[in-house]
């Protein structure tokens, strides 16, 4: 007699549990993962396609599975199979974000460090500002003082404005605004060592979690909002 179960795995491919091809889904979905730093359309990390993909793979496997359960009587098959793609899901969830979990936080680290190194050439051209004008600060707050820096030829690269932890470039601008320019610069008054209170910091949203990079009077640059 034909095994019943090998002609269900004829008639009904999508149906069964093949754990070669789903092996080598999730092996190529982490590849994926892992080359991809860009996001798409600016809403999905594109990290986040792979598990999802993945997700969504499982999930009609086990309707399937599901539904061929209720239309053609052997339960013990298609539960069996139901089980492993879900199974398979969640096993595959938690594998993914134990992968991608390590680089998606270095990354974030290694943009915090560049907007940091942002923010000092920022500072260093403020100090030369301050030294060609008796010691006082650009006056204005935001890209109003900001943009003394760009007309007066102390920074020569209006990218040096655009947090890297922001999505998407820098642009092309000749002129600071408060679209363009990604940080908060509290200006004007004397430029002192001693002067306490915050010189220049990000703006929200320019890190997840409400992090962010704070710059001080005296050039002391802190990070906040804890990993």
């Given at each position: ?8 795995e ?18 190529l ?18 990290r986040?396609m ?13 309707m399937?599975a ?24 969640v096993?595959g969830?938690?594998?993914?974000g ?5 680089p ?12 940091r ?26 890209a ?7 007309r007066g ?27 363009n ?11 002192s ?13 320019n ?8 710059l001080?009077?005296?050039?002391e ?7």
């Amino acid at each position: 007699m034909e095994n019943k179960e090998l002609r269900l795995e004829d008639k009904y491919w999508l149906g069964v549990f093949r754990w070669k091809l789903v092996v080598g889904l999730f092996i190529l979905l982490l590849i994926v993962a892992l080359g991809s730093d860009d996001e798409i359309r600016l809403v999905i990390p594109a990290r986040a396609m792979s598990p999802l993909v993945w997700g969504c793979f499982c999930l009609i496997g086990a309707m399937v599975a599901a539904f061929r359960r209720r239309r053609s009587g052997e339960e013990d098959f298609w539960e069996r199979h139901g089980c492993a793609f879900l199974v398979s899901m969640v096993v595959g969830t938690v594998l993914f974000g134990f992968f991608l979990s390590g680089p998606c936080v270095a990354s974030e680290k290694a943009r915090l460090i560049s907007c940091r190194a942002n923010l000092q050439q920022i500072w260093n051209a403020l100090q030369a500002y301050a030294s060609d004008n008796k010691n006082f600060l650009p006056p204005g707050n935001g890209a109003t003082g900001l943009n003394e820096l760009l007309r007066g030829g102390y920074l020569a690269e209006p990218v040096l404005f655009h947090c890297p932890g922001r999505s998407g470039s820098a642009g092309e601008f000749q002129e600071l605004t408060e679209e363009n320019c990604d940080y908060i610069y509290y200006g004007g008054g004397e430029q002192s060592y001693d002067r306490k209170g915050i010189l220049l910091m990000d703006k929200p949203g320019n890190h997840p979690e409400r992090k962010y990079n704070i710059l001080y009077y005296n050039g002391e640059i802190e990070s906040r909002g804890g990993w």
